[in-house]
């Protein structure tokens, strides 16, 4: 059965239909790469996952559970984690009391500060440091630190490689990479980098203009077929 | 009086501010609320304690045993039912629904305990004090309402710093969204900070009406000194409210020690100077070249 059940969920900002009846099934213990373009609805899909945007209309299961109108801060302690686009640390806080803020889950399991700082070496030197004065790599090591303190069954990624060098993002991946096969947490990921996304997942979805164009796994799909749906060019071929 | 003692004096009124402030400057920094019904709830907690002693027969202080207690449930209650819901309309609203408290209290406060004046007894302590010099006298009560303001700034202190509460509390005023992902029930966390701020307002309304008389309609005035402690000693500042106190007390006493009546207004023109010059001090340089090309 799977542990995330998307059911014909519409969201929207005001006028704007972020997300137009999108139906999406993550299975336990499954990587899943959300790809498309800028404004595809992407972000607003896993904050409504997340519980932080309401959807218009639909359904989310989670566990087998009805979560579709509970609020972000239950889903939390359910095991449902964002890393939120753009990071949004407590920048006036420590790196450490980052960390600790989500053992307001009350969830156990194996990640705790010492487990964090041990995937994130280079969080070590810094926990007492605030987290405004920090680069963005180690920002970006915080918050996953953060949302992985709540021992999260479903891990939900948002871009965590936006606006960082590339060697930052490869020593990132590497560490996420380690971090999912060891615990085998179940990953919904948004990544702007196709290839990446295909390395990094067991399957991708593919979105565009708030719709699912294209769904496959990983090892199936070519890079040609994504970017096809990715760029919606059969729809106007 | 003299100088020395007038300053004396101001620092431990300065006391007294900084704990009516603490509230004021917990809900501002915690949910971006200027509670205007704050001085009203500090004055409510006052009419609390005058009803236990009244009632009970027992002294002021021990009155607060029901009284900060009661204050919590009423801080909590009123942040589930009515704040809460005017938070979720924008900034400005949960400013005109605690205008319109502030005149809900006055008018029950006349209503239930008439408009006539009423004062807690401070005891002994109230009228004892401690001869320094033959110039310098330390009253008692002043100094222990001191002591007090300075245990429950260091107790808040601890709170925030030290406690999973505190980091949750600090998480949801910097970002209740994210906190929210992180499992923190922000609206549960806006309740317990606008329980402890309804709690030392009604602990500094107690000492208010030991140290003065009061009637329903001082609310506003307590207001205004603990806004003003608030805005001297920087917005969302634990200590800086303690400071601010401190300055808005010696002012007060300098001024009533050069006439009398400008005890109030040294205070306030010590206020609107901080905040001018706060002010400019926010808009960067002062164009001084402004006319030239």
């Given amino acids: 059965m799977s542990l995330l059940s998307v059911e014909h969920v519409d969201a929207r900002h005001g006028l704007l239909h972020a997300v137009r009846d999108v139906t999406l099934d993550v299975a336990e213990g499954e990587t899943v790469a959300l790809v498309g373009a800028n404004g595809a609805g992407k972000t607003t899909l896993l904050r409504t996952i997340a519980g932080v945007h309401r959807p218009s209309s639909g359904r989310i299961r989670f566990d087998g559970a009805d979560v579709t109108r509970l609020a972000a801060h239950r889903r939390a302690k359910l095991g449902i984690a964002l890393v939120p686009e753009g990071r949004r640390l407590f920048a006036e806080m420590t790196v450490e009391e980052n960390l600790r803020v989500a053992a307001a889950t009350r969830r156990t399991g194996p990640w705790t500060v010492d487990a964090v700082l041990e995937v994130f070496p280079l969080l070590k030197p810094l926990r007492a440091k605030r987290a405004a004065s920090l680069s963005g790599g180690e920002q970006q090591a915080t918050a996953i630190g953060r949302a992985l303190m709540a021992n999260p069954r479903l891990f939900l990624l948002d871009e965590v490689s936006l606006g960082l060098a590339p060697v930052v993002v490869e020593a990132m991946y590497e560490s996420l990479d380690d971090l999912i096969a060891s615990s085998g947490t179940t990953v919904l990921l948004v990544e702007q980098d196709l290839g990446r996304a295909l390395r990094a997942a067991t399957r991708v979805v593919c979105m565009l203009e708030g719709r699912v164009v294209l769904e496959g796994a990983a090892s199936e799909l070519s890079r040609e077929q994504v970017t096809e749906a990715y760029f919606g060019l059969r729809a106007t071929a | ?293």
């Fill in chain 2, 1 to 293: 009086m003299n100088w020395l003692n007038a300053v004396v004096d101001g620092i431990l009124l300065g006391g007294l501010y900084a704990l009516l402030a603490t509230g004021l400057s917990l809900m501002f920094g915690v949910m971006r609320i200027i509670n205007l019904a704050h001085g009203s709830l500090a004055l409510v907690g006052a009419y609390m304690a005058y009803l236990v002693t009244e009632h009970i027969g027992i002294s002021a202080y021990l009155s607060l045993i029901i009284v900060l207690p009661g204050a919590l449930i009423v801080g909590y209650v009123l942040q589930r039912t009515v704040l809460e819901r005017s938070l979720r309309s924008g900034e400005l609203v949960p400013l005109l629904t605690t205008f319109g408290l502030l005149i809900v209290i006055a008018n029950l406060l006349q209503e239930f305990f008439s408009p006539d004046v009423r004062g807690l007894n401070p005891g002994n302590i109230g009228n004892a004090s401690w001869q320094v010099s033959s110039t310098l006298s330390i009253p008692w009560f002043d100094a222990l309402v001191l002591g007090i303001s300075i245990a429950v700034l260091g107790g808040l202190h601890l709170l925030l710093k030290r406690t999973q509460m505190g980091r949750e509390l600090r998480a949801t005023a910097a970002d209740a969204e994210t906190a929210e992902l992180v499992g923190v029930n922000a609206r549960a966390v806006y309740a317990r900070a606008t329980a402890i701020a309804v709690a030392t307002a009604a602990l500094a309304g107690v000492f208010y009406g030991m140290r003065s008389s009061f009637d329903p309609t001082v609310g506003p005035d307590e207001l205004i000194y603990a806004f003003e402690a608030v805005v001297i000693g920087g917005v969302g500042s634990l200590w800086g409210t303690l400071v601010g106190g401190i300055v808005l007390g010696v002012s007060q006493t300098v001024g009533a020690q050069i006439n009398v009546q400008y005890f109030a207004l040294a205070g306030h023109v010590v206020f609107l100077s901080v905040l001018t010059l706060r002010a400019v001090a926010q808009s960067g340089a002062v164009r001084l070249s402004w006319g030239k090309p």
